[in-house]
């Protein structure tokens, strides 16, 4: 099965704390790509960072850090002194190599709310 | 860069009617993609063309929806003799081809009275 889950449905947060969105896939391809994106109250969904399986190096993107690790199959989000713009849905998916990489399977999404 | 942009962005419409979305993906890119998001859930496939060529469907594509990209460049997707069940976001991407990000736009949400 290609799946993506993503166990935490809200997470409510007050401004500048760290706050870490989990993912867990599935696959059975051994070439594939993970995303994350970001879906403000305005619907757009924002391309975060991606991925490949063969690259598990940490990524830090300001006060943005993925986390992937294949012998657990996820791909974990942090965002360090988090910010009320940052409220906001966020998505976590997958595309494999199966149907050139044309199909992403997405998560149901995390909901987070940074409280001032 | 301009972005992938689609219209309408709301539509209200009456059970049985038939409605049309537009979308004008990222000038260079070849590949478009439609995607369906209800509430709560994360986006699901639909369907993606390659220029013209429409190279796969999702089980989601009942009869009633048809997509179509005529000339290579916008696409529109048509959902006739609408249902309830058809109330969603429709969310459309445009990615260039190899392996590539797909870029979305703001999505059409869809209301069926």
């Known amino acids: 099965a290609q799946k993506v889950t993503q166990a935490q449905t809200e997470i409510s947060v007050v401004e500048k704390e760290d706050v870490t969105l989990d993912c867990v896939y599935e696959?059975?391809?051994?070439?594939?790509?993970l995303f994350w994106y970001k879906q403000p109250p305005s619907g757009e969904l924002v391309f975060l960072i991606r991925r490949n399986s063969f690259d598990e190096q940490n990524e830090i993107s300001g006060r943005y850090s993925w986390n992937f690790q294949k012998s657990t199959s996820s791909f974990n989000f942090t965002i360090t002194a988090s910010q009320v713009v940052d409220s906001a849905v966020y998505f976590c998916a997958l595309t494999p190599e199966t149907g050139g990489y044309n199909k992403l399977i997405f998560g149901a999404g995390t909901r987070l709310a940074v409280h001032p | 860069d301009t972005g992938v942009s689609q219209n309408p962005r709301h539509k209200i419409t009456k059970r049985g009617q038939n409605v049309t979305f537009r979308c004008d993906p990222i000038s260079e890119h070849n590949r478009l993609y439609w995607y369906r998001q209800t509430l709560g859930q994360g986006p699901e496939f639909l369907t993606y063309f390659q220029n013209e060529a429409q190279l796969e469907k999702s089980r989601l594509l009942s009869d009633r929806f048809s997509a179509e990209r005529p000339k290579g460049s916008f696409s529109t997707l048509e959902i006739q003799r609408t249902e309830q069940g058809d109330s969603a976001m429709y969310l459309c991407a445009s990615r260039r081809s190899g392996v590539d990000t797909q870029y979305f736009g703001p999505g059409t949400r869809l209301t069926v009275l």
């Open positions: 696959t059975r391809d051994t070439t594939y790509y």
